[in-house]
Structures are given as C-alpha cells and as structure tokens.
C-alpha cells in the first residue's frame, strides 16, 4: 500500500507560469513532508520541507502548503524556469524513515 | 564538503551472479540509508542504520539482499545471486541527528541483471 501518492506522473508548464506539484498522504502519523528534485542520472537533492505544526513554508520561488485535515500537500513554483525541469518526489516521515512518493516528471517549456 | 559516494555509477552483470554496491556516506552523519528506485514503486526504503547498526531491514526483498555497515564511513549493499527483476538504481544517503530529518543522497547506482 502506497502510503505517499503523487497521482499525476508528468506536468508540463510555460517558463514564468505557475507549477503546482499535488501529493497526499494516508498515515496520520507523518509530522514532516519533504520535496526532493532529481535531475537524470543524479540522486535527488532537498527542495524545502514543512512541519506539521505549519500550514506554510516558502523559500524564494518555491511553496510548500499542508492540508492536515486532507492529508494533503503541495508545492507552487513561482515562476516556473527551464531549469526547474525535474522529477519531483514528494516524502512524508514519522519517524526517523521517509516514505517517497514515485515522483512527478515536471517540464518547463521555453 | 563531499557528498554521498557510490560506486560503482553502473553495474551490468548476468543473472546469478553476486553484486555489491558501495557507499561512503558523509563524514559525520549518523544515519545511512539504502534506497531502491523503480518505474513501478518510485523510491522505496530497504534498510537503515544508525550508528552503524542496522535498525529496520523490512524494506529487503528477500533473503539474496544483505547489507552491512562495518564502519562510519562504509557500507555495502549485495545481491546474491541477482535476478533480473533486481534491475533498477540503488541509492545510498545519510544524514545526522542534529540536521533532522533531511537526507543526503549520493548520484545511485544503475544496475542492470540480464
């Protein structure tokens, strides 16, 4: 069972739109969400995270927004760039582990 | 600072015979984690240690999988024998105590069983 869902697989923007990259959770346990970017043939690298005690957490051009009642998050990207072409993993821990989600192939078009 | 180190980066290798992967996490960091990514099950956690010491192995497929930590600054993933269902990247990352919950990863390793 799958407990960290990313359900659309791919995304596909123009440069300077909005992004918005959706992941829900079903363990009431996690109290700590992540977003991770992985570009090919590299590992995934740390976007920004959120606590559960927030519903908000911003660094620069990125979002992150918590939705507890719907076990629910999301990452806005404002604005979109080329560069920001990735796949996005959403993680979720309640413990000392995080649960991944399969990720989501964003695309910026120029 | 170096990061997570892996290697090999690729590993091609026949059904049935062994293959172990390798990974230095960064210095200092107390946590190591081995992660597998596929199509089908994204990124899913196989094993962890703390301090060295294996803490939760339920993510290991099966018994061909073992992994170890002999020290702080090394650890090994290995499969024997391979399967081609094994086919897919291993991830190693770490973190410590003190930095929370954010992990490290290094660039895998792309192992193709044929």
């Known amino acids: 069972d799958q407990q960290v869902k990313q359900n659309s697989p791919s995304l596909s923007v123009q440069e300077g739109r909005i992004s918005i990259l959706n992941c829900d959770y079903t363990?009431?346990?996690?109290?700590?969400f992540l977003w991770y970017k992985k570009y090919p043939a590299e590992g995934p690298t740390f976007l920004i995270s959120?606590?559960?005690?927030?519903d908000k957490n911003e660094d620069g051009r990125f979002t992150v927004f918590l939705n507890k009642s719907a076990k629910h998050l999301s990452l806005h990207i404002v604005p979109s760039q080329p560069g920001d072409s990735a796949v996005y993993f959403c993680a979720a821990s309640g413990s000392e582990k995080l649960v991944f989600g399969k990720g989501m192939k964003l695309t910026v078009n120029p | 600072d170096a990061g997570v180190i892996q290697s090999p980066r690729h590993e091609v290798t026949e059904m049935g015979q062994e293959v172990t992967l390798r990974c230095k996490p960064i210095s200092g960091h107390d946590y190591l984690f081995w992660y597998r990514q596929t199509m089908m099950r994204g990124l899913e956690l196989l094993i962890y240690f703390n301090n060295n010491v294996p803490i939760d192995d339920s993510g290991m497929p099966e018994d061909r999988f073992s992994a170890k930590m002999p020290n702080a600054s090394f650890s090994t993933l290995k499969i024997q024998p391979s399967e081609p269902r094994d086919s897919a990247v291993y991830f190693c990352a770490s973190r410590n105590t003190a930095g929370g919950r954010k992990l490290f990863f290094g660039s895998g390793t792309q192992l193709s069983v044929l």
């Open positions: 959120i606590s559960s005690i927030k």
């Open positions: 363990n009431s346990m996690f109290d700590y």
